[in-house]
């Protein structure tokens, strides 16, 4: 006969030490649930559960603009949520602003075109190099030169 196979939740319970931690984040799942449905799109998408203790609900936004937001509204989230058993000690909310991090990874290479050098612009250079004493500038310049439209190495 085969073990029965027990799920994630249910070796969580039977570790004493996990146990705690697994129905506290059971109880603010279950707090960000009502909070969602208490407040209006887009706001509810911004706002997280951060925390619930002595009677004080901590909601973290990723903006300060969503944060500024939900002070409008917050009396009547207050007034909503207190109407629910789970919520009926609720004495306040507080706001914590959290950006969202985003790793300079996720973002995609500013990438520019190639610089077009122009025939006169080429020939300006090479004058500017046949008038310089530096060979480390004159050679650059002529590199540089050598880069333009329909370029002729001269």
Known sequence: MEPKKLSLTDILLKTPALKPLLVKAQELSAIQRLVTQNLQSPLNTYCK?????????????????WAH????AKTTLLSS???????????A???????????????????????????????????TA??????????ALLRLAKHSIGANSS
């Not at 559960?49 to 603009?65: D, P």
């Not at 969202?100 to 075109?113: G, I, K, R």
């Not at 046949?130 to 050679?139: P, T």
């Open 49 to 65: 559960v951060a925390s619930y203790q002595k009677g004080i609900l901590t909601l973290s936004l990723t903006s300060a603009v």
């Open 69 to 72: 937001q939900l002070r409008f």
């Open 130 to 139: 046949a008038a310089v004493s530096s060979e480390a500038l004159q050679a």
């Open 93 to 127: 909310i507080e706001l914590s602003i959290r950006p969202l991090e985003v790793s300079p990874f996720d973002q995609p290479l500013a990438t520019f075109p190639a610089p077009i050098l122009s025939k006169q612009n080429a020939e300006g250079l090479r004058t």
């Open 81 to 91: 949520l207190r109407t629910t058993p789970a919520f009926c000690g609720l004495k």
